[in-house]
């Protein structure tokens, strides 16, 4: 605690000034929170309260960029090299080794944002998002006035070490100076971003989100200690995330069956397969809409789909059969009757 600051709650005192008191107060409950003296800082949000109990941080300070996100159990199914990229944050965040921002990069539906979620329930910490939607302004130099607002209510949570910060989509307010169609005004938000951000300690632990990697200004980039690149997927880690999803599904329709076999198949047809967070929308889309009288009905939805996708009317059931589909399989998918798939296979029939 600082000299400046005792002084201020004496001269707010004196002056009646309870709100500027109380927001005196609260900076040096942050201080020692931020020095991990929790049961001081505790004890000061307490007397600060109108009732004998601990306020809640986000109700105190009546956040206004910043959203709270909860963190729950959801399946989060990753390719080998980037759980290992994972693993590596969480051990380096545990061990305090001064890395503190991340950038994950990479397609959407890949997991990014689903990762920083998962980071936050593993350490026990609490997330909270950047709302672009406060950030963004279209009057000029307001955007700017905006983020110097967000870090300045980044500083003020209490116990800042028991927080990560998410900006997802950060291209929103940092994309290439040099490229941009609007130097002028994209320079200044960059810019003020930056400075924002150099003034940060090394206690606040950022992460950020992008499609649009590339794009991103590159003085930016080398403020990230260290970025993830979520386009690491093989064919087979997409079908093997696949079938993850569809098994945390199934439970939840009770008159469908699982085929794995079929399932892997049926995936296999596709040239390229979506990443996860589309596949998610495919496989309960083809679930829910699926006939509750007819258990696989959802994977000839999945074929169909396949078919779209891969702007295909249909697959003739003779390549089908070359593929390795049993005539029931292709029944399945079909719906065409398993008389009716041999003829065609045997070439009986013009169908």
């Known amino acids: 605690m600082k000299k400046k600051n005792v002084i201020n709650l004496i001269r707010y005192h004196q002056e ?5 008191f109380r927001a005196e107060a609260m900076i040096i409950a942050k201080e020692f929170y931020d020095d991990n003296d929790n049961q001081l800082g505790d004890y000061i949000m ?22 709270k996100v909860s963190c729950d159990n959801t399946i989060l199914p990753l390719p080998k090299a980037i759980t290992n990229d994972v693993k590596g944050i969480i051990n380096s965040l545990k061990e305090h080794n001064f890395i503190n921002k991340f950038i994950f990069e990479g397609p959407p ?14 350490l026990n910490k609490i997330l909270y998002v950047v709302d672009f939607n406060y950030i963004i302004d279209s009057k000029l130099g307001q955007t700017q006035k905006n983020i110097g607002e967000l870090f300045n209510e980044i500083k003020m949570i209490p116990n800042i070490n028991n927080c990560l910060i998410l900006f997802d989509e950060i291209d929103a307010i940092a994309l290439d100076r040099i490229n941009s169609n609007d130097l002028r005004e994209m320079g200044r938000v960059t810019t003020a971003f930056l ?4 003034e940060l300690g090394d206690n606040v632990v950022i992460f950020a989100t992008t499609n649009l990697y590339k794009n991103i200004d590159k003085a930016l980039k080398r403020r990230f ?4 690149s979520f386009s690491r997927y093989s064919k087979e880690e997409l079908i093997e995330t696949s079938e993850m999803i569809l098994d945390s599904m199934l439970p939840k329709f009770k008159k469908v069956t699982k085929n794995s076999k079929l399932f892997r198949k049926v995936m296999n047809l596709y040239k390229n397969v979506p990443y996860p967070g589309e596949m998610k929308n495919i496989l309960r889309t083809s679930l829910a809409f699926s006939d509750p009288d007819y258990e696989y009905d959802y994977l000839k939805r999945i074929y169909e789909t396949i078919l779209l996708q891969e702007n295909v009317e249909q697959i003739d059931i003779s390549k089908l059969s070359f593929l390795g589909f049993s005539t029931r399989e292709i029944e399945i998918l079909t719906g065409k009757s398993k008389s009716t798939v041999s003829r065609i296979i045997n070439g009986d029939a013009n169908e």
């Open 16 to 20: 009646n000034n309870d709100s500027a």
């Open 195 to 198: 400075k924002e951000l150099d």
């Open 46 to 67: 307490t007397l600060l309260s109108d009732s004998n109990y601990f306020i809640p941080q986000e109700v105190v300070y009546n956040l206004k960029y910043l959203k």
């Open 225 to 228: 200690d260290a970025v993830i």
């Open 109 to 122: 539906g890949t997991g990014k944002t689903e990762t920083v979620k998962h980071i936050s329930r593993i």
